[in-house]
């Protein structure tokens, strides 16, 4: 039902923002549910939200940025998330976060971005999903569902992955990689790519540019909240919600520092796309 009514309400919106450009890619069996193509002069409100400063501990991954506003720039048809070396108290580098949260959120779909991304040491850009209303438990019970992540100092990598609990309650994930030199890409992380799921009841599949990264099926994921024969599907059935952002150092790049002339580095998203079944 809720998500019935966010089409109706998004309707206007979808008129707006040019669905003419990509209205033969829509897959077959699905409708366009969403799409921001950041055509205009700054980040639609009525769609992202913002994530300010450095969260609990770097946001519980030692993450040495601040977020701010001012470093998600629309421009000339694209979103530019800028990480920069800029001082904000006791911080040294600044960059943007920013989410759909209670305003953009769906249960399965085609979800994909097309993005391009710095080769710089230390940045950790990422376009993901996180749980809407969270039914299974904090994290990492709810689950986690990255489309996206890379290490700015690996020119021809990305990864993707899913995060859960197992039955214990431990935390777990699973991860794909990919490597556009050993896939015949002759480009690296700094052209655009499309990142995209296919996420549905039976399986979570991660693909670049079209081809399958990593297919994660069902029977892999859990959370400790609720029985697998009851709930199979848990805990990715419930509604999710979209994040862009780029990290600066952190766990995922092993805690790297940014060079020492380092001044600024962009993460460049052209669109943002979801369709789901009709
Ligand atoms: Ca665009």
């Not at 009841?201 to 859990?222: C, G, N, T």
């Not at 419930?238 to 952190?250: C, T, V």
Request: aromatic residues 12%; glycine residues 8%.
């Amino acid at each position: 039902m809720r998500t019935k009514l966010l089409t109706l309400t998004l309707l206007p919106l979808l008129l707006l923002s040019g669905c003419k450009k990509n209205k033969s890619n829509i897959p077959e069996g699905y409708t366009l549910f969403f799409e921001d193509e950041f055509d205009g002069e700054s980040l639609n409100k009525d769609i992202w939200s913002f994530e300010i400063g450095n969260g609990n501990n770097g946001w519980g991954n030692s993450e040495v940025e601040y977020y701010k506003e001012e470093n998600a720039v629309v421009k000339d048809g694209k979103l530019h998330i800028v990480a920069k070396k800029e001082k904000v108290g006791d911080f040294d580098y600044t960059s943007a976060r920013i989410k759909t949260v209670n305003k953009i959120k769906f249960t399965y779909g085609i979800v994909e971005a097309r993005i391009s991304l710095p080769a710089e040491k230390a940045m950790w850009p990422a376009f993901w999903m996180m749980p809407n209303d969270s039914t299974y438990g904090g994290w990492p019970h709810s689950g986690e569902i990255d489309i996206m992540e890379a290490n700015g100092a690996s020119q021809y990598g990305t990864s993707c992955a899913i995060h859960y609990s197992l039955s214990g309650g431990t935390h777990t994930y699973d991860t794909g990689y990919n490597n556009m030199k050993t896939r015949d890409f002759t480009s690296s992380i700094t052209e655009f790519h499309v990142y995209k799921v296919d996420w549905s009841e039976d399986k979570i599949a991660m693909y670049v540019d079209d081809r399958l990264i990593k297919e994660f099926p069902q029977r892999l994921w859990s959370t400790a909240t609720v029985s697998k024969d009851t709930n199979p599907g848990a805990p990715f059935d419930k509604d999710f919600y979209l994040l862009l952002n780029m990290a600066i150092s952190g766990n995922y790049v092993k805690g790297d520092m940014p060079n020492g002339d380092f001044t600024s580095a962009e993460m460049v998203v052209d669109y943002v796309r979801v369709y789901t079944l009709n």
